[in-house]
């Protein structure tokens, strides 16, 4: 299939440009701080001020601070700028400086929608109207002269009228700019604007320029638009239909009223000793999801991500990727709702995790013998831990505190490891169980420990599910209880890329200066392997340094490896499957693999797929080292830097 009918087939069909340099005239506050103005008074003062009437009859020179400010002033001396010239010295200087600059961009962005077949239109500031119909959007992050705050504020309030005011599917959207670490920026802009990733891509506008650049972009967002679109259109219709539960749970709670309180309270609560507050709001929990479930939209939505293409995987963007906020949130109670007092005799309840408090003496003979690491799983059932006359002692499940180990499974029947994140905001941390150590703690110990100033906090709380399926493990290592499998672990690295030169020493690819290879490895459940896949940001700066590598330079026993990646398809899988089934934990040297052609992803996490070796993975500075001494046969040899776990 040739590019111009993919671009067709996947709804492209119509595209604006937007930059302000195709504005037909400066706005007032492009010209606000222009030095210009103060030249440009004093020549009108001596004797000219009738020119300028002549086209602007309510001027008066004696009130510059008005004029600067007024739109229609500005308009008026731009269009008859011709007739004045003598008078306006330097003071339109940048913003002509500017058009002339941005000229030769934008025209390499016009080139390469011609080339691909799509119709476009181009716009300065005033784009709304035309965005809000285009499938194709390629914008300007800055929208004003001075390349501020304010002017990519206006990029971004008038690029969500436009997504507001659509009714079919959202845009594909390229962002523009001149800024060199355009990378941060992005991201806040496509968080900004509510776009997924498969829909956004952004370029540097001195590369647009290189032949093929804008090109490659366009196809990227064509080959998984229909994707993007069932994904975007899941999260809408969800985000439109919960707000609706809202509405339908609080219709039906509000026939709840005082005296159905104090019939509750009564009759169940003060026999529970259980908080009214506490029982309402898990009450208004279970109905508002209810309500959820009821829409039969948001079912119908989610069913198109069955059908997600595999091939080609899609490109990865690494610098905002966090799937451990998303795992914190369906293991996890919210600390908010776990710090309300719920009115149980106890001060812990099933699922909670007891840990040292910040800050509190270490104690040799304490609670936790002095380790700063030991933490509690209270696995007895919180019933029991309610009533006045419930448990006299709590069963306890000790466990160790870590650093997050990516080799390491996370829960399930294989698994016994808990993610603990953002523990008292010291940062991100996971716990190995030991159901061989169980412990026990009375009411009064409990309440002691847990006390203000304490020396123990609850540092989170499980969700009954999860803390059933920890429960299980316990009692019989049965199985899961309906657990959600967690999301594949996902964590960032920097890389550095290498290859063995004739003499047998290593020499690093050379890549433009401000080009960072990154990347994200994902790690399955059962934490046996990982996959490296490099980010798309760095795609065509390091196809181009492995092309133009000289074969000749580069040691006769690597250069098997070193030509398979030679082809762009080849080389197309570092950013889409990556490299593939790296054995954990990361230690010593690792092969580098690609999939191989025609294969698909295996079905489960514990299967390797047929792979070809393309070169090494180290994990060392010392990569001689790391290779034993010998780099000849290495092939490409990435060195692999994994990046802390964000908090």
Known sequence: MNDRRQVANAGLRSAIIVDDGYDAVPLVDELRDEEGWDNFFDDVQAGHEDRIVAFYPDFDVGDRDRLIQEQGFVTALWENRDAVVDLLGDLFANYEQKAVDNAPFLQSAEAALSALGIPFTTHGRDFVAAAASADLILIDLFLGIQQGARDREVTVERLKEAI??????????????????????????????????????????NDLAVPGRVRGLILTLAAHRSDSQALATFVDTWEQKAIEAVGKAAASLRKIDIDDLQHIRTMLLRFEGVNTSSYMLDVFDRVLQY????????????????????????????????????????????????????????????????GPRLGAPDKPRGFFGGRRDLVFFVASPECDLIRTDGLKTVLLVAGTLEEVDMAKPVLG?????????????????????????????????????????????????????????????????????????????????????HFPQADGTAAQLALPDGVQVRGNMLVPRKARSANLVLDSNCEN?????????????VHQSSRARINKLKQQSQL???????????????????????????????????????????????????IAGQLGGDLRKAGLIFRINVEEVPA
């Open 164 to 205: 507001d005011m659509r009714d079919g599917p959202l845009p594909s959207i390229v962002l523009m700019s001149q800024i060199p670490t355009i990378d941060d920026l992005a991201k806040e802009f496509r968080n900004d604007v509510q776009l997924h990733a498969s829909a956004f891509r952004y370029v540097r506008k």
């Open 541 to 553: 700066e390091l196809t181009q340094a492995i092309l133009d590598l000289d074969i000749a330079a």
């Open 413 to 497: 029947v294989s698994g016994n490891t808990t993610p603990i994140l953002n523990y008292d905001g010291v940062g991100r941390f996971q716990i190995s169980w030991d159901f061989g150590n169980l412990r026990t703690i009375g009411l009064s110990r409990a309440k002691g420990l847990l006390r203000a100033g304490g020396d123990a906090n609850i540092i989170g709380r499980l969700r009954d599910v999860t803390a059933l399926g920890l429960r299980q493990q316990l009692l019989g290592n049965v199985g899961r209880v309906g657990e959600m499998a967690p999301l594949p672990r996902s964590f960032a690295f920097g890389a550095e890329i």
């Open 291 to 354: 309500q959820i479930e009821a829409h039969d939209e948001v079912l119908a939505a989610a069913v198109p991500l069955d059908e997600m293409a595999d091939d080609p995987p899609p490109l990865m963007i690494s610098n905002d990727r966090d799937t451990f906020t998303i795992l914190e949130q369906t293991l996890f109670v919210n600390p908010a709702r776990r710090a309300h007092a719920t009115g149980a005799v106890w001060p812990v309840t099933f699922g909670d995790i007891i």
């Open 572 to 622: 197309r899988k570092l950013f889409r499957s990556g490299l593939q089934w790296t054995p954990l934990p990361l230690q010593g040297a690792r092969e580098a693999e690609l999939l191989k052609d025609g294969e698909p992803l295996p079905d489960e996490d514990d299967k390797k797929p047929k792979t070809e070796k393309i070169g090494k993975i180290v994990f060392d500075p010392d």
